[in-house]
């Protein structure tokens, strides 16, 4: 692949598509040929890349011909469709939806944890689910050094998870608000600004969300511990693009909160801001454009001899979508 590759990316009109070209051209990916699809509707608009204007193509499985990595973010419904059209056609695909990320055959991969998954791949890779990535990536060491046993997270998601439609339902009922209109719904089953939605991805007949049987089937195959205890609820929050989670985890050995502090911050791509006295904790506002999680208030748990407290913030946008793509694609390029 010597003078680069030839990229495509399937929803390059959404909010993980466009920060999937941002991150390209951050991370300096080698790009040397760039396509970029999206619905029927944005046929003839263009996206920006490298400070030239891409045309967007519509879906067809002959324009992916010559392309070697098709990065996917238009849906799980979507991704059933096309991503076996593009491995037909010849490319790799990595996808951020939920479509393929159960499946046997398809690696889950959050690169800093389980780089060695890629090995594995038939055509299609998968890119975790936002708040599985954001939760995951303390569990990994608190794992390593002391072994899970039980892991309750509690998760407050940006509506950036909910694309760019999540993202301008904050924005027009905040403003209805603000000019003393009554809030309506714009996106959400109820309003989303000065609310809170414990509902994300329709219910299971368990009385649980799909949102929270992503966080604990997807955390079990990333960690390769397929019986690890999971207790999740996941909530809608009016922020516009960070994931926040409480989480506390249990470990078969004793970690100290100083022991933890000290295993975050020396885990890539995980970076720990607790100076409570100093008002110092991770926060949406203050991680959103960082590529890295962000941890802080670690203490040890007061009603358990082996359990850690602590909060976890991750731009949803970059390590919960596009920047782990990304990163996914080094790791093929790599391999
Ligand atoms: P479009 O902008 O034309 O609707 P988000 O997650 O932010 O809502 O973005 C979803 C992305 O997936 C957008 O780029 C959207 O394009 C794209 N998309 C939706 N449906 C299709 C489809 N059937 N084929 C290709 N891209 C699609």
């Not at 998954?117 to 689910?129: C, E, F, Q, T």
């Not at 454009?289 to 970059?318: I, K, M, T």
């Amino acid at each position: 692949m010597a003078g680069g590759v030839t990229v495509a990316v399937v929803g390059a009109t959404g909010a993980a598509g466009q920060t999937t070209l941002r991150i390209l051209e951050e991370r300096k990916f080698p790009v040397r040929e760039l396509r970029c699809f999206a619905s029927e509707r944005s046929v003839g608009k263009t996206v920006t890349f490298a400070g030239e204007a891409v045309p967007v193509l519509r879906f067809e499985a002959a324009a992916f011909r010559g392309v070697d990595i098709a990065i996917c973010s238009a849906g799980s419904a979507q991704s059933r469709e096309y991503a076996p059209l593009i491995v037909k056609a010849g490319a790799i695909v990595i996808d951020k939806s939920n479509a393929w990320r159960m499946d046997r055959q398809v690696p889950l991969i959050v690169p800093e944890i389980n780089p060695h998954a890629v090995r594995g791949h038939r055509g299609i890779l998968a890119s975790p689910n936002c708040t599985t990535i954001v939760t995951v990536m303390p569990l990994k060491p608190l794992h390593d050094a002391g072994r899970l046993r039980r892991v309750v997270a509690t998760s407050y998601q940006a509506v950036s998870g909910a694309g760019v439609n999540g993202i301008a339902a904050l924005r027009e009922e905040t403003l209805a608000w603000a000019r003393g209109e009554s809030v309506t719904p714009r996106h959400f089953a109820h309003p989303i600004a000065f609310n809170l939605i414990p509902a994300i991805d329709g219910f299971a007949d368990d009385g649980y969300t799909g949102e929270e049987h992503k966080l604990v089937n997807e955390t079990r195959k990333i960690l390769e511990l397929p019986d690890l205890a999971i207790a999740p609820t996941t909530v809608r929050v009016p922020v516009f693009t960070c994931h926040s989670v409480a989480v506390n985890a249990e470990t078969e050995e004793k970690i100290s909160a100083t022991r933890a502090r000290d295993l975050f911050a020396g885990f890539p791509g995980l970076r720990v801001w607790d100076e409570p006295t100093e008002q110092r904790y991770p926060m949406p506002i203050a991680v959103e454009g960082q590529d890295d999680c962000f941890v802080g208030r670690v203490r040890e748990d007061l009603s358990h001899p082996r359990a850690l407290n602590f909060w976890v913030v991750g731009d949803q946008l970059r390590k919960g979508a596009a920047t782990n793509a990304v990163q996914i694609a080094e790791l093929v390029l790599r391999s």
